[in-house]
């Protein structure tokens, strides 16, 4: 079984300081993970992913998040929030050999402020 | 057109009437996926299709039909909804099923039943 949990469920940042939304997980498996977020009336789009390889993970738009295997953890961050990053932000895990059980978390919504 | 597509983008349909969602992808991708996105709920998955064969459905009820006719293309038939199955249904698509493969989605269907 697997399950992933965003830690909290709203997020405010003022433009220009650093974001950061949690993510944690747990997999009977060697789990892959991504981010992905959601603008207002659009479908998900692919922030970042990993898949084994490096536990720092480089994605779009300057976000970023590190792997923790002890601590069952996979955050994302970026130094710097911009007004566009404002939307919703969904943290997924599959097990390792199935892309088809992708498990959603419950979203975590940013507000960037002015 | 690029990436995945879905028509309508809105719908409203009565508890007795037949429609159908449209999703195409160009992206030469091998699996397509339904998804539901209630409010306040974690992403659902309906769906998969592998090279135009069902692998998954997740105890989704039969006013839900879903087809594949050829890898480019994914319907969702739907009849005698309830008013509980207004959501926004995404459709997705990746290069292969196994661990590793993101998914791309579409901007969804949003779905009224009144």
């Known amino acids: 079984a697997q399950s992933v949990t965003q830690l909290d469920s709203h997020v405010s940042v003022s433009e220009g300081t650093p974001v950061l939304l949690r993510c944690n997980y747990s997999?009977?498996?060697?789990?892959?993970l991504f981010w992905y977020v959601q603008h207002p009336n659009k479908g998900l789009q692919l922030l970042l992913k990993y898949t084994s390889a490096a536990t720092l993970v480089k994605g779009i738009n300057g976000f970023e998040a590190e792997f923790k295997k002890s601590e069952t953890s996979f955050h994302l961050t970026k130094p710097s929030a911009h007004m566009s990053d404002a939307a919703e932000y969904f943290c997924?895990?599959?097990?390792?050999?199935?892309?088809?059980?992708?498990?959603f978390g419950s979203g975590t919504q940013l507000t960037v402020l002015p | 057109e690029t990436g995945v597509t879905q028509t309508p983008r809105h719908l409203v349909m009565g508890m007795t009437n037949k429609k159908s969602l449209k999703c195409e992808q160009h992206l030469g991708h091998n699996a397509m996926y339904w998804y539901k996105q209630s409010a306040k709920k974690p992403l659902e998955l309906m769906f998969v299709?592998?090279?135009?064969?069902?692998?998954e459905n997740n105890s989704v009820p039969s006013r839900f039909s879903p087809e594949c006719p050829n890898s480019s293309h994914l319907f969702l038939h739907l009849h005698t909804l309830q008013p509980e199955d207004s959501a926004l249904y995404l459709c997705a698509s990746s290069q292969g099923w196994t661990s590793g493969y993101e998914q791309y989605f579409g901007p969804g269907t949003r779905l009224t039943v009144t």
């Open positions: 997924v895990v599959t097990p390792s050999g199935s892309a088809r059980q992708l498990t």
């Open positions: 299709y592998s090279l135009e064969e069902r692998v």
């Open positions: 997999s009977s498996y060697s789990p892959s």
